[in-house]
């Protein structure tokens, strides 16, 4: 802690020693200027997008990915900046986007109602029920039902990360849990589909595509970076990162490191849980693939491709994958499928910090005059370093028996 | 109630072993060579595509069997040497690798032979089946699973624990360097340890092809169903894959029974969560004084 000085001290006059001056480590500044304009440019770009732009696709496009930008960076924090590998992100995203499409659905069943003249959800008549289940007439209440949706997946993760990091199971335990986990919901969904649609999703309950829903959007977009950038930059963020380097180490500095896990978690799982309320209300079609594995997955590799442990990364990551799949997968066909898993061994043979990341490497290059090989190696270790925590326990030792 | 309960407790063995075909090449690529391999169960499907093939030119599982190790074996090496060498020091990493793996095979096989299912038959001698304590009907085929997973365990032990390459095996898995010293071409054994894991899910696709419809999408749900075995039973255990199959094989039929499928599914879960908590190793997981 001593070697981070603010800008204030760092303006001092230079110290006798100059190896022990280069040490110094100068925390960045919250917003650097050239963000601050880019951003500012990014957003009024999108936001204005429905006056210049005349492609529809491309509009419902934009508002989509920005929903993927989130979930992506949910994982990012945990997964980037915590290292909790979590293979079961869409849980939350799901249930966030089940609350608000089951909500609007029934209310729109109000004004719209079914062939036979029942005022509840179509897909409940085909599954025989007779009327509105009373333990759902709460959704009726819209603002209710956000608010369900944003909350209930945050407990889920709470219980979720008290039973599970409290025991220090994390690591690839973690990983097949929250699999299973998802791999449960998506099964529930399509079993109960009396109630959630099944195999058809929820369908056809009015689109909010509109301007101000993708201003919206972007805003909770911007207010999550914010909050993020704000997160992984105070002193908590120091601390999960050095979970994520060495959670071993950060026990012995006396940090509760369960606690930390258990906080991210539940950060994350309310930013995925906003970006699946978000998403329902912008397409206007959920399904149970929204909850599934595949799509959990799908944000891992966003954030990886774009680059972990940056901020920026999974919004560029959902951006270039998806928007290569809307635009290619019609040409390539199942081609692209292939491309995409050729994109997954890419990113972790040869490009490992992701697009953001490596673009940093450069600029640490250009800007430290170090050889690109020198950044990389350094990048190689600090990915060698996480990896070491991957068994509850720490790393196996070395003279582990096998039986 | 009581008595088709027990009867569900003996029909319960069939899906005990086939968790443990399933799981036992996983125990191998996971347990020994360190590798979260989520391409296993697009390995198995591989496997059951290969039965597929070999019943349409004319053989049955049995003849399937050594192709599909074989086949599946060669496409583990390969694997191996071209993406998992350069991660073993990653092991979350190779996680994402091999799932970029499970897609190209995927897609590839979609592209080879079709999105249509394929049905592979059970051998002549091995239909039918008898009865057990008067009422459950007992496919022949059910306990020539219980007898292949019998024998898959006895396979595994005798190559990890009896052979010379097993020795070398286990010398690498202790001390690397040192075995090194001694002589041992290390990356060899790597490589063959693998293949050999694949090999053995190339053996499960072959053996549960006939029970289930084969398809691209078929393996995932076996992958998920082997990790929760090996995350249950202990990583690099033997007794931990028959310990969590067993425990998880038992009650999801039970209580899927009792219940209906989804809700044993989530019990189940909860259960493997609870004991995971108590155990974070698995049950016959490796523990160190402390």
Known sequence: ?403 | MLQSIITQFLSGFSVVAILVIAAIGLAIIFGVAGVINMAHGELIMVGAYTAAVVGKLGGNTFAAIPVAFVVVGLLGLVIERGIIRWIYDRPLETLLATWGVGIIIQVLIKLIFGPELYYVGAPKILEGGFRVIGRLPFPYYRAFLIVMAVLLLLLVFYVIFKSDFGLKVRAVRRNRAIAGCLGIDTARVDMTIFAFGCGLAGIAGAVLAPIKSVSTTMGFPYAVDSYMVLVLGGVGSLWGVLTGGALIGEAETILSFVFNNVIGRLLVFLFIVIIIRVVPRGIFGYYERR
């Open chain 1, 1 to 403: 802690m001593a070697e981070i000085v603010r800008d204030k001290a760092d303006r001092a006059p230079a110290q006798k020693n100059p190896a022990r001056a280069k040490r110094r480590y100068r925390a960045p500044t919250f917003l650097p200027l050239w963000a601050l304009i880019g951003g500012v440019i990014v957003v009024a770009l999108i936001g204005s997008y429905p006056y210049y732009g005349t492609n529809a696709y491309v509009l419902s496009l934009l508002g989509k990915f920005l929903c993927f930008a989130l979930f992506a960076l949910s994982i990012d924090l945990i997964w980037g900046f915590t290292g909790i590998l979590s293979l079961g992100q869409a849980v939350y995203f799901g249930i966030g986007a089940y609350f608000v499409a089951l909500s609007l659905k029934i209310n729109y069943a109000m004004d719209h109602p079914t062939r036979y003249g029942g005022k509840f959800p179509d897909f409940m008549e085909w599954n025989g029920l007779t009327g509105l289940p009373s333990f759902m007439t709460p959704l009726t209440n819209t603002p209710f039902a956000v608010l369900c949706a944003l909350v209930v997946p945050t407990l889920l993760a709470l219980l979720f990360g008290v039973i599970t990091f409290k025991r220090h199971i994390y690591g690839v335990y973690c990983a097949v849990i929250t699999l299973a986990e998802s791999l449960i919901l998506q099964d529930a969904i399509i079993e109960y589909q009396a109630y959630t649609g099944g195999f058809n999703g929820i369908t056809d309950y009015g689109s909010y595509a509109t301007p101000a829903l993708l201003w919206f959007i972007l805003a909770v977009c911007v207010v999550f970076l914010i909050v993020s950038r704000a997160l992984t930059h105070s002193r908590v963020g120091t601390v999960l990162k050095s979970i994520r380097d060495n959670d071993v180490r950060a026990e012995f500095m006396g940090y509760n490191v369960a606690n930390y896990r258990i906080f991210v978690f539940c950060v994350s799982a309310f930013m995925a849980a906003a970006a699946g309320a978000l998403y329902a209300a912008w397409v206007g079609i959920i399904s149970y693939l929204d909850a599934g594995p595949v799509f959990s997955i799908e944000g891992v590799i966003w954030t990886a491709v774009g680059g972990r442990g940056t901020l920026i990364g999974p919004f560029v990551g959902a951006f270039v994958v998806k928007g290569a799949e809307f635009f290619l997968s019609g040409a390539l066909a199942s081609w692209w499928q292939i491309i995409v898993g050729g994109l997954f061994i890419f990113v972790v043979l040869v490009m490992r910090d992701g697009i953001v990341g490596t673009i940093g490497n450069w600029l640490r290059k250009w800007r430290k005059g170090a050889t690109l090989e020198e950044v990389m190696e350094e990048s190689d270790q600090r990915a060698h370093d996480r990896q070491l925590d991957w068994q509850p326990g720490g790393p196996p030792p070395a003279d582990e028996p096998v039986r």
